[in-house]
């Protein structure tokens, strides 16, 4: 049996580099991708520490991209060769979510993601369903490819913003997910600021040309007034998940704020009254939506500054050490300072 390196979650604070069997396509419409490059998530690392829904031995990695090796006998869209962007969230098609257009609420879609609740990119191979796959024009190198799904999400927030050229806009956090609402703020909206309470993702932020503020150190709310001329920011994106109260302090009446990051650990205290009496706009969204394609075509055209986005491209071998430079220690499960953005993984 021939045999492939992979990373495998066998329960939290226990991720092995072990070999494993290669797979082969047994489903007819699976194919068989040979891993170019995986992406470490920040959803990664909870799952390593127990604060994301897992299973055990599953191999992790869900910011993947790859060249199709294999395939089964009703996939006729792609073909061997391909070099493909991957979708992980799998929808069903069939739940009437799917079925009205709202993909991101598929009854199925927490039960079936590739990389969290069965085997992804964190190996030399992976069996992928044919419809998760988006063929990579040349343009998107194999690094650039392993984040179309998480532009994705990003380009879903951004269709349910409607983000305009005069609009004030602050994001909480700046690791990869506010780095993108960010780049997509400088190009379009008045004005751009984001708080990030890391050292070296702020340093990133300035390297970016972005105002950023550290939320531990000084008064955001006072920082944001004076910034808009005692007005607020019209859009706040919350991209840390801890921080609703504070963006729903620092939005102008009638404005918009997109609660982005996750963290089912936070409870908040509200007052109904405020958002009804300051006609606050809270837009929920979840995942990326029809937005694969929309990605690879903002990645295609240069759209956004990705310069400062990799921090690093290590040999698939030394990836343990990543997770180290994420901010959290293997042995412990102790959180310390991150020296990294995104970190890739490359073949
Ligand atoms: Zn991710
Ligand atoms: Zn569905």
Redesign the pocket.
């Known amino acids: 049996m021939d045999m492939m390196k992979a990373y495998v979650f066998k329960d939290v604070g226990n991720l092995v580099f072990e070999e494993k069997p290669i797979p082969h396509v047994k489903d007819p419409d699976d194919v068989l991708l040979k891993v170019k490059a995986v992406?470490i998530?920040?959803?990664?690392l909870k799952i390593i520490e127990g604060k994301h829904h897992f299973k055990p031995n599953t191999v992790l990695g869900?910011?993947f991209c790859g060249e199709v090796v294999e395939v089964g006998s009703h996939v006729h869209h792609v073909k061997i060769g391909d070099r493909v962007a991957i979708d992980n969230n799998i929808r069903c098609g069939f739940c009437s979510f799917c079925r009205m257009g709202l993909t991101s609420q598929c009854v199925d879609i927490k039960t079936s993601a590739l990389g969290v609740m069965r085997d992804g990119g964190y190996a030399e191979y992976c069996l992928v369903p044919e419809k998760q796959c988006f063929v990579l024009p040349d343009e998107i190198d194999d690094i650039l490819g392993t984040q179309v799904?998480?532009l994705a999400?990003v380009v879903n927030g951004m269709n349910t913003l409607l983000m305009l050229p005069y609009d004030y806009v602050m994001i909480l956090g700046f690791g990869p997910i506010g780095y993108l609402f960010a780049q997509f703020a400088k190009n379009i909206a008045a004005k751009v600021a984001v708080t990030e309470i890391d050292p070296f993702r702020r340093q990133v932020a300035r390297e970016c040309g972005l105002t950023v503020w550290d939320p531990n150190e000084v008064d955001v709310v006072e920082k944001i007034t004076d910034l808009t001329y005692g007005r607020k920011a019209d859009i706040v994106i919350e991209a840390t998940g801890n921080a609703l109260g504070q963006a729903l302090q620092c939005v102008t009446p009638g404005g918009k704020v997109l609660p982005f990051g996750m963290d089912s650990s936070v409870n908040l205290n509200i007052v109904p009254n405020e958002i009804t009496r300051w006609a606050t706009k809270i837009l929920g969204l979840y995942l990326g939506q029809n937005t694969m394609v929309p990605s690879i075509r903002i990645f295609q055209e240069n759209r956004l500054n990705m310069g400062p986005f990799f921090t690093k491209v290590i040999p698939f071998d030394e990836g343990l050490g990543a997770f180290d430079l994420l901010g959290l220690d293997m042995k412990t499960l102790e959180h310390h300072p991150k020296s990294a953005m995104k970190i890739v993984m490359k073949f």
């Open positions: 992406g998530c920040g959803s990664d869900h910011e799904e998480t999400t």
